[in-house]
Structures are given as C-alpha cells and as structure tokens.
RNA sequence: GGGGAGGUACCCAAGUGGCCAAAGGGGGCAGACUGUAAAUCUGUUGGCGAAGCCUUCGGAGGUUCAAAUCCUCCCCUCCCCA
C-alpha cells in the first residue's frame, strides 16, 4: 500500500504522532514495525477504553506491523512495595499465567494472533542489576520526573510520592529499549512514560520510537476516564445485556463521543448520525443503535438483537427479563428481608429493609412495604428489587 | 537529627469528652418524572428480625460513668530547618 495511504490510516482518530516525519521514514523502509502496547499483569478486564488503543494497534497488524505486547509481570510480581497502592498486589507466576491466558482470550476478540508477540517484561528486568539500574537512573533527573502532570501535582499537593514510582517510569521505558520497539502506542496519559522511554532509548544509542496516543474514552459518569478504578467501565466480555443496557445509560451528551472512538463508522456516517442528533431525533434510538453496534463486535448480532429486545422489554414496557436467576426456598413461609439477603437482591438485611422502605420492591407486580412481611411459599413467584434484579422463588 | 502540621466511613472532608453510626460534598442505591439504566427532583447510604445491642474515626494500651475527641507508646504522610 502507498506509504502515504498508510500514514493516512495510522493517524486516524489519534491524539498525536510523536513525529510523524520519523514514522514516515519508519515506513518507507518497508520492514514490519514492532508496535509496543503495555498491559497490565493483573488482568483486568479489557474495557471499551483500552480497545480503543487495541483497535488502533490492530489496524497496524492489517497494515503488515506486529504487535508487541508486554506484559508488566514485573511490577506484578513484586507488588507494590510500600503497601501503599491497593491495586496493586503482589502476583504469583501462576497466577500472572492464568491473567495472561484470560486477556489473551479477550484481546483476540480484536487483535491478529498471527502478527502478536507477547512479551513479559521481568524476561529482562529480572537481570538488572544495582549497578545497571544505578545506570539507568542516572540518564535521568527528577527535575525532569517531576514535569510529569501526576507527579507535579501530587508534589504540589505535598501527596507522597515513592521512589519506586519514579523508577517504574523508567523501567518502561527499558522496555522499549529491549524489545527494540518503533512505534509504541497508548492513552495520552501515557504520553510522559513514552516520551521519556525516547530520552533514554537515544542514552543507549537506540533510535527513538514514534509515539501515538489515542485518546482516552470518557466511562459511564461521563467526567472521568473509563477505568476499572473507577468502576464506570464497560468490558468487552460482559454479557450482551450488560454491554447493552450500560451503553443506554450514558449520559446523552457522549453519545458522539462514543460513535466516534468505540465503532469504526467513518466520518460521512458519524456526520449522519451528528445530524440526526442536531434535528431532534430521539437520542434513545441512536444510543440503541450504538449499543446494537457495540454488542455485535464483541458479541454477535444474534445476541445483539436480542440485548436490545431484552432492554425494551424490561425498561421500557416494564416487563421480566427472559431469564430469571432461581432461588428455591424449603420453608413454607419466609420473613421478606430474609428472603431478598438469600436471593442476593440485597447485600444486607439493613439493604433489603431500605428497598422495601423506599417502594423498591415487588411481589408477582404488586409493590411491598411492609418490612415484616412473612411471604407463603405455595407456588413461583417473582420478586423484583429495584429496576434491574429479579429472582424467581420456588418451594422446594 | 531538630521543629511544625496531619491520618475520620467507598472517596474528599467537618467534628477536639456525652446531643456521634459521626455535618457537608462526591459516588452508590431507591422513588418520582421520562425518551432510557439520559437529564432533573426527592429520599436513602455500617451490621444484627422491635426496644436495644455489636463493630467502626492510623495501631496498641490507659484515664473516665462516658473517648473520634484526654494521656502514654508505636506506625505512616507532608512541610520547614540541618
């Protein structure tokens, strides 16, 4: 393909090209490119966010590059040490192999296994010694750390920040250093890591890498990035009616945002939909085709269709779901709190009392309020807490 | 090493002997409304089958009828000086 074309593609939708004149000149040499993408070893969930990158990183692989994946079990392994950080805990190789295993199913769904390459970095950190790593460091100074955005204004805040963070950082960019990489790809809050990984690859006579961030997709508050952290994240191998229903609960105003960075419309169909949005089309019937869109990536359109007929029926006609979670009961008679603690409508039984005091609950339809309800168990019925958890009851 | 300021629930943050299961905000949950799990408004937000009790304000002890609050020791963070 004309090197132009490609170029053309590569940019697509990303925030930067840290330069664009030396991924020209990248691509004219005609080799595949090795294209690095940092992963977490904890093995989180691959969310609608981080495929943004995935899907940028794939269309390198259409293009003829490789993926290089490197898997941070080095930093998973040792924790972190301070004790300071609860998401970061410390990982067995077991337990770094089964996270392996259980992204790679995931990150298939967007990425050609044939141009990957997984890498663990504790491959090469591992060997550093305090002699190579007192090396390492002294390519950099904190001035320098410091002008990161995190850091700065954690250090104006007087937040603690730990040496070891400041070490990560660089140990990144040692990454870059031994897979040899040329282009590496991410989010733009990653932009520091990646710039500083240029910096000490020209310290070890390596040629820089190109940088390309993509940007960071908004999660379901619609203010903070999507992040596991923060809990507004929407996974790639939820169920089809979770991955349905969460995109339905966007805010209205991200709408775009989402058609833009979540599908790979182009831009005379995004414009379309920006129209329909501007002439007061219902903003529901494009969060439904967006969510429709979505299901049938990571799903299939069988299922996706389905999602929305599920949506439909359950929040907008105000009818069960097609599949109830069972819960069978042997006594003939229960004490309603103690019914929807079981059933796992409610986490406690003070929960379960706060539902039925705010007109939460249902029983076969009709609304419960008395929190001492003994409830007879002679025959099914269908319980509904809040708008989305139901369980059928059964005597046993 | 010396001096100072701090550590409160999911997060931020008030409270400096009883009225404190702990103000306020964020987030979460529920209800109303609707176009939807949008927006907006209202309510609610430790646990235990009533009263009452139990656990929770960095940790361990102590004083007191009573401690987030006072005392002792310890751990952690930040600032200034060296």
Redo the contacts with the bound molecule.
Sequence with gaps: MDIKEQLKIIKRKTVEVIKEEELLDLLKTGKPLRVKLGIDASGPDIHLGFAVVLRKLREFQDLGHKAVLIVGDFTGKIGDP?GRSKTRPQLTDEEIKKNIKKYSYQIFKILNPDRTEFRCNSEWLDKLTAADIVNLSSKYTVARMLERDDFSIR?KK????AIHELLYSLFQAYDSISIKADVELGGTDQTFNFVTARDIQREFGQQPQVVITMPLLEG???KLKMSKSY??YIGISEPP??I???I??????LIMRYYELTTDLGNGELKKIRNRLKSGE???NL?ASLAYRVVSMYHSEKEAKAAGEE?TRI??KKGLPEEIPIHKVKAKKI?I??LL?EAGLA?????AR??IN???VTVDGGKLTDE?Y?LEIKKEVIIK?????FAKVIPS
Excluded: C, H
Excluded at 347 to 351: D, F, K, Q, V
Excluded at 385 to 389: L, Y
């Design positions: 301070s250090y007087n937040k603690p920040i379901l508050d619609g809990n507004n009616k979770e349905y229903g969460k339905m609960s966007l805010p209205d105003n219902n903003p529901r969060k949506f929040f907008k004490w709190v103690k603690t986490s406690s039984n003070s929960e706060r539902l705010q007109g939460g001492s003994e807490a809040g708008k989305r958890k």
